[in-house]
């Protein structure tokens, strides 16, 4: 059915779309993850990706970040074939924990991203100083540029984070699931901060969650996958009853509340019909980090 | 033995002015082995490879005890086997928790075997000893001048590849992300490790590298988070343990190592002192206080 979901192509004011996937597919063996994938997503365009446990979201991200290969079909960035490490990519991972004697500072937390790709050591630090200034400025972390990144919150370092991932001017933001394990108020200033950078500077961003909430006001159209099926459209068209009910292949009930949306039966996890906790041939991470 | 005995056998400054200048090289020595260790003392803490130094050195420990037996260069056969267990533990995965179980059944492994050739070995005894122990004091000049060019092959090589291995090192996921070659650099960090490992050997022997390849980058690491400071720190403090100690060990008749690995000890305490100290006056303050902390 993947095929036949129409997928309308983004509005693209610049000419040429941030990321774009031609007849893309991926499947692990006899596997198929999604098939028939066309999408653009233009600069300053936000793009949620949404699905249950094992559904393909982790698997998505990896190719775009060019660390897996697409079963077939294309993919472009700005014109350019994917590849691993692409300066047209910024990545945003999921907060994770750092030991409280790790040797950096939040302000050499941002500078990895800035030149701790380049071999040697830094020679002249004037352009990197004013470059890191101006990143952490951006994100509103200036305050705490010194601290040790194990003495950060978990609000804080995701703030960094975003930095670092700002830092070669990327085309494309991608987020992997960066709202987990912050509380509600870092959850809002989080994805602010990332809308900020969509509307305010034409960074399109892809933003992998199973969350759509936090982050509702700012998505322009949502890639729903689920069970080897994908739906593409903006929120309004794809959040309903209707639609996850066709796409889950069971009846899903879709309820709109004080502005949330709450998905109700959605099955555990669709893979294929099989419930999750069957992964033949499937890879173990994509499961464990699938969430 | 009498505290007069003991203090006679620990420090002794008799004729210290005439015994100096004799030990140049083997200050050079220290100082030398005390730049390289307080170097990659930074990147072994920051990747969690305490463990593996330890294991590497057992390893060394037999190579070296080998070379003994077969009357080869023990410096050769302690250099070869610390770079053969560094390199084993690189290829065998880039984290360090998946590694601890194999240095675990590799060190003993090590340790027994050094222990049979130095037991089949008729030589002196006293080079027996210092294989696990150390025995800089004995270093000659030309000793010295192929240590100095293999501490500088370790610096070079830690200066070319510096950031990106900070990079995967803090952050391998991310580094990964961005094309950096985390599982190459790994093997190149470890064969640095190796070489590092079998050059401190030569000071404080097998049983006690530790304190020159962890204790002061762990030592920096409670002061400061600032990774220049951390790396000035970590050679300060390394240096000064094997040049003081050295100094301290001129007069007395027992092995270095006990002043190197006591005063790399007493820098570490001090350094947990000042480091509980500040964190308890805020170091995650925000605002004016923290521009003290450059």
Redesign the interface.
């Known amino acids: 059915m993947s095929p036949s979901v129409p997928t309308r192509p983004a509005a693209d004011p610049a000419g040429r779309p941030a990321v774009s996937l031609r007849d893309a597919k991926l499947g692990y063996g006899n596997r198929l993850l999604w098939d028939g994938l066309n999408l653009d997503i233009a600069p300053g365009e936000f793009l949620a990706v949404l699905g249950a446990n094992g559904s393909g979201k982790t698997s998505f991200l990896k190719v775009l ?3 897996a290969p697409l079963s077939s079909g294309s993919l472009t960035f700005d014109g350019e074939p994917a ?4 300066r047209s990519i910024g ?1 945003v ?1 999921q907060q ?1 924990h ?1 030991p409280p ?5 939040a302000r ?2 941002v500078g ?1 991203g800035v ?8 020679l002249r630090g004037r352009a990197y100083r004013h470059r890191v200034d101006e990143l952490l400025a951006q994100v509103g972390a200036t ?2 540029a ?7 919150s978990g609000g804080e370092q995701q703030r960094l984070r975003i930095a ?1 991932a700002l830092a070669p001017n990327p085309k494309v933001l991608l987020c992997d699931e960066p709202l987990l394990s912050l509380d509600l108020n870092h959850q809002k200033a989080v994805s602010a901060l990332v809308g900020q950078q969509a509307k305010g500077n034409g960074t399109a961003v892809v933003f992998v969650t199973h969350e759509i909430n936090p982050i509702l006001e700012h998505v322009d159209r949502v890639l729903y996958l689920a069970g080897g099926r994908f739906t593409v459209g903006t929120p309004a068209e794809v959040m309903t009853t209707k639609v996850l009910s066709r796409l889950y292949g069971t009846h899903v009930e879709v309820l709109h509340s004080k502005g949330r949306i709450v998905v109700v039966g959605m099955p555990e996890a669709v893979i294929d019909g099989h419930p999750e906790g069957l992964p033949d041939g499937w890879p173990a991470d994509d499961l464990a980090e699938g969430a | 033995m009498s505290w007069a005995d003991f203090t006679s056998a620990v420090f002794n400054f008799t004729d210290y002015a005439e015994l100096l200048p004799l030990f140049r090289d083997s200050l050079l020595a220290g100082a030398i082995l005390g730049l390289v260790g307080g170097l990659i003392g ?1 990147f072994v ?2 990747r969690d490879l305490a463990f593996a130094v330890h294991g590497i050195a057992e390893l060394s420990f037999a190579g070296a005890s080998f070379a003994l037996l077969v009357g080869a260069d023990v410096i050769g056969g302690s250099l070869v086997g610390s770079v053969l267990a560094a390199l084993l533990l690189g290829a065998m995965g880039v984290r360090a928790r998946e590694k601890n179980s194999v240095i675990g059944v590799i060190m003993p492994f090590g340790l027994g075997l050094g222990i049979l050739f130095l037991s089949l070995y008729q030589g002196r005894a006293a080079n027996k000893f210092g294989l696990l122990t150390g025995q800089i004091v004995s270093v000659d000049s030309t000793q010295l001048s192929a240590l100095a060019v293999t501490a500088l092959v370790v610096i070079a090589g830690l ?6 291995l ?2 995967a090192s ?2 391998p ?8 070659p985390v599982r190459t650099l790994s093997l190149a960090f470890m064969f640095l490790l190796g070489i590092s490992v079998a050059l401190s050997i030569q000071v404080v022997g097998a049983l006690l590298v530790l304190a020159l390849l962890i204790t002061p980058a ?1 030592a920096a ?2 002061v ?4 220049r400071m ?1 790396v000035a720190l970590s050679v300060a403090f390394a240096v000064v343990s094997t040049v003081g100690g050295i100094m301290l060990a001129l007069g007395g008749r027992i092995p270095i190592s006990p002043y190197v690995t006591t005063l790399s000890f007493v820098i570490y305490v001090v350094c947990r002192l000042v480091g509980g100290w500040r964190r308890r006056r805020g ?2 303050a ?2 004016a206080s ?2 003290a ?2």
Request: glycine share 8%; net charge positive.
């Open positions: 970040l060019g660390m590849r691993r490490g692409h990545y991972p994770k750092f004697d790790t040797p950096l500072r050499d937390l990895l030149d701790g790709h380049k071999w040697g050591i830094r305050q705490y010194r601290i040790p990144v194990g003495m950060l670092q | 930074t803490m920051m200066v070319v590849i510096w950031r990106p900070t990079f803090v952050d996921d991310i580094a990964d992300a961005r094309g950096i762990a690491l409670q400061t988070a600032a990774p951390v170091w995650t925000r605002a923290i521009s902390h450059a």
